[in-house]
């Protein structure tokens, strides 16, 4: 069956750096597109960043842009979220997404 297993959150400091790390399983990882989404306490999920198959299209919500990068090792299976110059606002859980699977979350957690 589908996994998808998150690593990397935890409490940083505003202006630091975290890196995600979601590794798959249960399916073909080199034809799938994947994403990072997050909720934040008391608001909606949201669509962070996501990329396609082969990593050559990503997007990004316009509040990350410039200090998230998305990326894929298909080899690997994994799939990574690298959070630069984080914010108090990126504080949520962070969840991997094949359509229509999640993974459990990470907390990340930015604060001084």
């Known amino acids: 069956q589908v996994q998808l297993v998150e690593s990397g959150g935890g409490l940083v400091q505003p202006g630091g750096s975290l890196r995600l790390a979601c590794a798959a399983s249960?399916?073909?990882?080199?034809?799938?597109?994947m994403s990072w989404h997050r909720q934040a306490p008391g608001k909606e999920r949201e669509l962070v960043a996501s990329?396609?198959?082969?990593?050559?299209?990503?997007n990004y919500v316009d509040s990350v842009k410039g200090r998230f990068t998305i990326s894929r090792d298909n080899a690997k299976n994994t799939v990574y979220l690298q959070m630069n110059s984080l914010k108090p606002e990126d504080t949520a859980v962070y969840y991997c997404?094949?359509?229509?699977?999640w993974g459990q979350g990470t907390q990340v957690t930015v604060s001084s």
């Open positions: 990329i396609n198959p082969t990593g050559g299209i990503t």
């Open positions: 249960g399916f073909t990882f080199s034809s799938a597109a």
């Open positions: 997404r094949r359509f229509p699977y």
